[in-house]
């Protein structure tokens, strides 16, 4: 028979199996025992081959090339991953080896990076499967118990290949066509360029509001000793008419009032669900600015380094129910690690498991919530970042476990002169589960409105106007930006594709973080703060889409209708040979579309300056590193760089500091001792970039010792970090002989 040969994503997965199993020898590149030979991946070690290994003219960018079909795909090995691959290939064909065992992730991308290593090595032995919800040592052993054929999971493999190649074939003929037609490298997707669609949307909204003045009126009340204020409505709680609100305030001022109703209720607030990737990486937006990547970065670390957290990627807020043990567990160690005041109260099996907030193994398919794993917690070991989203995650936990939350809500109708007035107070009596967040009952004061009684007098005291304009809507934040692509089905009509993408949305929590970044990285979107714009660029680059037009670009319906059909491969309803053959007609006709579009001068407008020189009055332009006059050629040496002392300047801020003198004040610089310390960019002579302070200064930052770094949760600095506020030579070069930045 040979022995077993265990394929895991990645060497902790492999590392957590043999501690399942049994004793292993560790041979570095693979885990051997008697009965097992355990290896990894490392995520994607094959992928597609490019257009060029098909045919070498395909290399070249060019319309009557496309499109790119190729009539079979092939598979290549990543760039630095042959000597892995290696590894694995050597034990897949090994004659010591009977059956191949995939313990990739359990789901649609771990089926994928496993077959794709299966068919590149030339494997041919028996396949079986391990699908783990869980990683506690009894759902391993388990798990082994029940091996399922590799057959068994043929449409699940199927489905994942047509999304592999469906996105090959839109990004590669999509990019391409796009680029060589309009002569600027324009990158399009069948995810990156919905969710830009998104952004541009609401800018088009902001650009295009007009604020509406409008009055909102209060009054304040009094019967015997006790007053309170409340705010008039009807129809609306506000007027658009000044005439009309001077007249309302004259008509009420010092009359007598009626108590119309008064409620006095209490309302139950449950703890919130737990942690699934995205939900963290919201919250982590929310308290910290943290962008997507930088939360997802530093929980990969508390899961594989650290390992005090279970497996990050996951879409799951739930726990399958035979994690109540390892639950139990973590609970138990962290009244230990600093929460004896949270955790004093005995471990409730009973009511936990039936809490189906927390524990449902029906909505858990690949991976549970995120939780501790029971690991003792030393805080003093981790990282700035890895502090506050251990912190997130632990009280997230902990908050599962309590009682509710119990408000204490009041609520007044007051009638004046046949006008209304609503009063409404809401205080927390019982803090339950949001004591793990440091708040307490509330103990009375001002917020909260007296014990009035219906049909009791009142008198208007005082009565008063505030004068307010509409304002536009917000843009996104990556908090709220996860939000929209999580839940895109509300921007597609067909309720069938809703009901498709509301599992699913834009993206996956794995891939969202990536779709941000890739977006600013090739210049569509820009982050200030917490705050995601479109730039020109990205804004036209949307306009041209639904002008041609494309519209499955620049809608979530393209990726609502292949979830939708993914699932449909998966229970074997669709053909995965069908889905191909629309994918490539999708293919054909939009190149054909962009092919015949008529070159307005997309162009330029995707370049708009960014204002006048401040030395020479010539536009300012936009590349891929810097803000600089067109002029340079002819000598002019005013440059902006994109990145100053480790912090990325975002258009907005460059039009700023060009039009005024100064941008607004920045956080995030990093001094050349490795400090964070925040500052205006000021305009010096000659086009120079300057800094301006305000208390405390620079040279005061930079005195901050580790000790006072470690409380604000700064970590500690890295050669890395060190190197990064240094220009690489091929910034200082730019484009011709700028002038360093001062």
């Given at each position: ?358 524990f449902d193994s029906s909505k858990v398919r690949d991976h549970h919530a995120i939780i501790p794993t029971g690991e003792k917690v030393n805080w003093d070991s981790l990282k700035a970042d890895e502090y506050k989203i251990m912190d997130l995650v632990v009280k997230r936990f902990l ?344």
């Open positions: 028979m040979g022995k077993n040969l265990i394929v895991t994503e990645k060497p902790s997965v492999a590392r957590d199996l043999a501690r399942a199993l049994g004793k292993f020898t560790n041979k570095k590149e693979y885990l051997e025992n008697e009965q097992y030979v355990i290896t990894w991946a490392v995520g994607h070690l094959v992928t597609l081959a490019e257009p060029e290994d098909y045919n070498k003219k395909w290399k070249m960018w060019r319309l009557v090339l496309l499109p790119v079909i190729p009539d079979t795909f092939k598979l290549k090995a990543i760039s630095g991953s042959k000597e892995r691959l290696k590894v694995i290939k050597k034990w897949m064909t090994s004659d010591e080896v009977g059956v191949v065992i995939n313990a990739c992730d359990a789901g649609r991308e771990g089926e994928l990076i496993f077959r794709n290593i299966y068919q590149n090595t030339r494997c041919k032995k028996p396949m079986r499967r391990l699908w783990l919800s869980s990683m506690t040592v009894s759902a391993i052993r388990e798990a082994f118990e029940r091996l399922k054929p590799g057959e068994d999971f043929d449409l699940l493999g199927d489905a994942a290949r047509c999304r592999s190649e469906g996105d090959w074939l839109v990004g590669i003929n999509g990019t391409r066509v796009f680029t060589a037609r309009f002569k600027v490298l324009l990158s399009v997707g069948r995810v990156q360029t919905p969710t830009l669609a998104i952004l541009v949307e609401r800018e088009r909204g902001i650009q295009n509001f007009s604020p509406v003045p409008y009055w909102e009126i209060f009054a304040e009340f009094r019967t015997g000793e006790k007053t309170y204020q409340g705010k008039w409505t009807a129809k609306e709680d506000r007027l658009y008419k000044e005439e009309d609100t001077l007249s309302l305030l004259e008509k009420i001022e010092g009359k007598e009032g009626t108590v119309g109703e008064f409620s006095d209720r209490k309302s139950k607030e449950v703890h919130p669900l737990l942690y699934d990737l995205t939900e963290l990486q919201r919250d982590a937006n929310r308290r910290y600015g943290f962008s997507a990547r930088r939360t997802l970065n530093a929980a990969q670390r508390l899961y594989e380094a650290h390992k005090l957290i279970t497996y990050p990627r996951t879409d799951s807020r739930y726990l399958s129910n035979d994690l109540l043990s390892l639950t139990e567990e973590c609970w138990n160690m962290l009244g230990q690690c600093g929460f004896a005041d949270i955790t004093r109260k005995r471990f409730d099996r009973r009511k936990a498991l039936s809490d189906k907030r927390v908050s599962a476990f309590l009682p509710d939350a119990l408000w204490a809500h009041r609520r007044i109708k007051t009638i004046v002169q046949e006008e209304i007035f609503l009063s409404r107070s809401k205080v927390l009596e019982e803090a339950g589960w949001r004591e793990v967040y440091g708040e307490k009952p509330h103990t009375g004061g001002e917020e909260y409105l007296p014990i009035v009684e219906e049909g009791e007098k009142v008198m208007t005291v005082r009565s008063w106007s505030e004068r307010k304009e509409t304002k536009p809507p917000p843009r996104y934040t990556e908090a709220t930006l996860l939000s929209a692509m999580e839940a895109a089905g509300r921007f597609v009509e067909e309720e069938e594709l809703q009901e498709a993408l509301k599992s699913s949305g834009i993206g996956t929590p794995a891939t969202r973080a990536s779709i941000i970044e890739r977006l600013i990285e090739v210049g569509y979107v820009e982050r200030d703060g917490k705050t995601l714009f479109p730039t020109p660029k990205g804004m036209e680059l949307i306009g041209l889409v639904e002008r041609i037009p494309v519209p499955e670009l620049a809608s979530p319906q393209l990726t609502g209708e292949w979830e939708k059909k993914l699932s449909q491969i998966e229970s074997g309803n669709f053909e995965r040979k069908q889905f191909m053959e629309e994918i490539k007609q999708l293919a054909v006709d939009m190149v054909e579309k962009v092919k015949n579009k008529e070159d307005t001068g997309e162009r330029e407008k995707m370049n708009q300056p960014v204002g006048k020189c401040p030395l020479c009055g010539a536009p300012v332009l936009e590349n891929r590193s810097a803000f600089g006059c067109s002029r340079w050629k002819e000598g002019c040496s005013f440059t902006l760089w994109k990145r100053v002392l480790s912090r990325q300047i975002s258009r907005i801020q460059a039009q700023k500091l060009i039009k005024t003198g100064r941008t607004d004040k920045i956080s995030g610089f990093r001094s050349k001792k490795g400090r964070r310390f925040s500052a205006r960019l000021v305009l010096q002579e000659a086009g120079k970039i300057g800094f301006e302070f305000d208390a405390p200064t620079r040279s005061q930052a930079d005195k901050k010792t580790e000790d006072e770094e470690k409380k604000t949760h700064h970590s500690p600095k890295t050669k890395k970090q060190r190197n990064e506020g240094r220009k690489t030579k091929g910034q200082e070069k730019g484009e011709g002989t700028r002038r360093k930045q001062g």
